[in-house]
C-alpha cells in the first residue's frame, strides 16, 4: 500500500520527490525492514517515528543507497533507480545523480574536518556540480548567514560547537539545491541547550516547502512541522497518517504505548 | 718520507672538495643517494596508495595478491630482496619488452636501484597508508557518498587529505628507511654515499675520519627531514584541535 503524505493540504498534484516500495532490507540472516513503502510529493514533510532498532535510520540510508536494499524499488525524482539482484545499483553514475539532488544530514554532522565551514558548503557545487567557484562562495555564504554561522565561515568545524556544527551541515545539504532532504536524528548527538537552534533552522526549511523525510525522537517537533507521520515498528509501518491523528489519536497499541513511554 | 706524509694528511685535506680530497666523491655519492632515496620513496609511495585501496576495496584476487606481496617483501631481509630483486627486475622487464617485440635493453643501475627500493618501499608504504585510511572517520566518507561524490572523487578529496595526518609518523619512518636503505645498494656496486665512503677509506686508510664524515652526512639528512615532516605533519592536521596537555 502506498500512502500519499499531506492528506488534504494539497491543491493540484504536486510531483513526486520519493517513493518507497515494498522496501525489504536484511543484514545477513536479520531482517530489519520487511517490506515499507512511502511516498514523499514536492513540499511534503515525514516525519518517521520509531522504537530504537526499529529500522528507521536503515530506511532513509536505503533511499540514497548508503545501504543496499535486499528487494524493492527506490524511485528518486520520478527515476526508478535500477538495481541488481543483490540490491546495489546497477549503474553508479544514476545513483551518484540521484544523491546530488538529495541532502542528507547525519546525527554526528560528519562535516570534512580537514575543511574550513565555506570549503565544506563549496565542495560538492564546485568540484561534483561544476558551478563556478565565486558563485558557489556567494550560494555558501547566503546560505551561512541563513543559518547564523557567516561569521564562522573561516572556521575549521572542530572549533564550533555541536549545534553550529550541525547548522552548517545542514547549510552544506541545501548549497547543492537539493529537491528533498534527508535527515537522521538531526539533534540527537547534541547536548540539550543546543537542540532548539537546530530545530529553529529545520523549523524555517520545513516552512518554506521544503520536501523532507525527517527521523526523530522529538515528537513535539515532529507534530509542529511535518503533514505526515510514519510509526516503524520492527521493520513494517504500524501505523501512519496526518500528525494530528497519529499524536492525538493513535489507533495502535503499540503506538499508544510508544508515545506514553515517551512521556 | 711520502706515505708517512699522505697518512698524515689533516681531515680537512683528506675531505677537500677537489682531488687529492675525497670531498667530492663523498658529495657526488650522497647526491646519488638522495636521487635513490627519493626515487625509491615516490615510487613505493605511489604503489602503497594503489595498494592501500587495492587491500580495503579490490576484489578477492587483487586482495590475494597483495597479500602475498606485503607478506612476502616484509617477512625476508632486504638484503636479499635487494639482490632477488636486482637481478629478476631487469630480466623480467627484458622478457615484458621481447614479448611486446622490442629490442633487449641494458638498465642503468640508477634506474633498477630506485625500481628495487621503490618495490620494497611499497610493501610497507601499503601498510601504512591502509591502517591511516581505515582511521579516517567512516562518516565523512559517507557524508561524501550521500552527496554524489564519485569514489575516486571522494578518495581524492576527502580520504586521502584525512588520512595523511594519520599516515605522516609512519611516512616518515619510511623515508628515514629509505635513506638508509640506500646504503644496501653498495652491494650492487652502486656508488652512493656509503661506496664512496668505503672507496675514499680504504684508498686513504684514514676509515675513522670519512666513515664520520658519511656518519655526519647521514645525520644531517635525518635532521632535516624531521624538520621537514614536523612541518608538513602540521599542515596534514590543520582543523584538528591541539590537544592542551
Ligand atoms: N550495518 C549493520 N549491520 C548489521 N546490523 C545492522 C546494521 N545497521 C543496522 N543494523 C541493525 O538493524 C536494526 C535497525 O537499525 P536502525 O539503525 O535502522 O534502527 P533505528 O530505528 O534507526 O534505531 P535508533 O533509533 O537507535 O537509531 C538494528 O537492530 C540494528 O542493530
Ligand atoms: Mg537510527
Partial sequence: MTVTAREGKASGPRPERIRIENLHKSFGEIEVLKGVSLTACEGDVVAVIGGSGSGKSTMLRCINFLETPTSGKIIIGGEEIRMRPDGSPADRRQIEHARQHLGMVFQSFNLWSHMTILQNLIEVPVHVLKVPKDQAVAIAERLLDRVGLLAKKDAYPAYLSGGQQQRAAIARALAIEPRAMLFDEPTSALDPELVGEVLSVIRDLAAEGRTMILVTHEMKFAREVSNHVMYLYNGLVEEQGPPEQVFGAPRSERLQKFLKSLG | ?245
Fill in chain 2, 1 to 245: 718520507m711520502m706515505p708517512l706524509a699522505a697518512m698524515a694528511a689533516s681531515p680537512f685535506e683528506l675531505l677537500a672538495l677537489s682531488p687529492p680530497g675525497w670531498g667530492g666523491t663523498l658529495l657526488l655519492g650522497l647526491a646519488n643517494t638522495m636521487v635513490i632515496a627519493v626515487g625509491a620513496y615516490a615510487l613505493g609511495l605511489a604503489i602503497g596508495i594503489m595498494g592501500a585501496f587495492g587491500k580495503l576495496y579490490g576484489g578477492p584476487i587483487t586482495r590475494d595478491l597483495l597479500a602475498v606481496y606485503t607478506t612476502i617483501v616484509r617477512a625476508v631481509p632486504e638484503l636479499v630482496l635487494i639482490l632477488i630483486l636486482f637481478y629478476a627486475v631487469p630480466g623480467l622487464i627484458n622478457e615484458i619488452l621481447i614479448g611486446l617485440g622490442h629490442e633487449r635493453i641494458v638498465l642503468p643501475p640508477l634506474i633498477t636501484g630506485i625500481a628495487v627500493l621503490g618495490v620494497v618501499q611499497g610493501a610497507y608504504s601499503t601498510e601504512v597508508l591502509r591502517g591511516a585510511i581505515q582511521a579516517v572517520p567512516h562518516g565523512q566518507i559517507e557524508a561524501a557518498r550521500a552527496m554524489g561524490m564519485t569514489p575516486m572523487l571522494t578518495a581524492r578529496r576527502i580520504t586521502l587529505p584525512l588520512m595523511t595526518s594519520n599516515a605522516i609518523p609512519g611516512l616518515a619512518n619510511l623515508w628515514l628507511n629509505a635513506t638508509k636503505d640506500t646504503a644496501l645498494l653498495a652491494v650492487i656496486g652502486f656508488s652512493e654515499l656509503t661506496k664512496a665512503t668505503y672507496q675514499a677509506a680504504a684508498t686513504t686508510k684514514a676509515f675513522f675520519t670519512f666513515y664520520l664524515a658519511a656518519m655526519a652526512l647521514y645525520l644531517a639528512i635525518s635532521l632535516l627531514s624531521t624538520v621537514l615532516f614536523g612541518r608538513i605533519e602540521k599542515w596534514a592536521r590543520r582543523g584538528q584541535r591541539v590537544m592542551s596537555r
